[in-house]
């Protein structure tokens, strides 16, 4: 069966410092690959995509990018974090049939 | 891109009552409409999906209608339990994207 790992679970980091958020998909080949990010008492916002290696589509300007350097692996990162950043964000995998997606249990990240 | 709004107002129900949760959207109507679920800390879960062709859509205890016309989904749970409160997320999908709601939280009082 297939199963989406996201790690770490929580994380406080300085204002300024770098980030690298990970996420594995295991038991699917040629996945789509989503970030999303979910403020406090607000809803998911699409932060990236990707239909293959290499291939990241972004939704939104921001300070974060994204890479795919593996089929099944998807990679959040930023340079410089700012307070902003702070949310959940969720990785997700669907199959490409737009019909269901899978999400990870998140990230908390609190910048301070 | 859409523009999803759903009740941002929490939803309280007594237990045995149905739960009628709303979606609308602008814009152009999407290939498939989801309903998820999302418990505090964790990630949506999918629950039903239902395509623009179709009108009505149950499984169990849920049921989720589609109206293009008016561009809104209606999200039914009978016989509500306070095992269903949670915050309940409309998404639309349509090419490779997955657009989501701002979600209502219901919550079902024994």
């Known amino acids: 069966s297939q199963t989406i790992h996201q790690w770490p679970a929580t994380l406080v980091q300085p204002v300024g410092s770098p980030l690298s958020l990970e996420c594995t998909v295991e038991?699917?080949?040629?996945?789509?690959l989503y970030w999303y990010r979910q403020a406090a008492g607000r809803g998911l916002q699409l932060l990236f995509y990707s239909v293959g290696i290499g291939q990241i589509s972004s939704e939104v300007p921001q300070n974060l990018s994204a890479s795919r350097p593996q089929d099944r692996q998807f990679i959040l990162s930023s340079k410089k974090l700012l307070l902003s950043d702070s949310g959940f964000y969720l990785c997700a995998w669907e199959t490409g049939s737009n019909t269901e997606a899978f999400f990870g249990q998140g990230t908390r990240l609190t910048v301070v | 891109s859409q523009k999803i709004e759903q009740n941002s107002e929490a939803l309280n129900i007594q237990e045995g009552k149905t739960a009628t949760l709303t979606c609308n959207y602008t814009n152009y109507s999407p290939a498939y409409l989801q309903w998820y679920r999302q418990d505090p800390g964790r990630g949506p879960v999918f629950l039903l999906l239902i395509r623009e062709n179709e009108k009505e859509k149950r499984k169990e205890r849920l049921k989720v209608t589609f109206d293009t016309t008016l561009k809104q989904s209606l999200f039914h749970i009978t016989a509500s339990q306070p095992a269903d409160s949670a915050t309940y997320l409309c998404?639309?999908?349509?090419?490779?994207?997955?657009?989501f709601g701002t979600g209502t939280s219901l919550t079902v009082i024994p």
């Open positions: 038991g699917t080949s040629n996945p789509n």
């Open positions: 998404a639309l999908s349509t090419g490779n994207q997955f657009y």
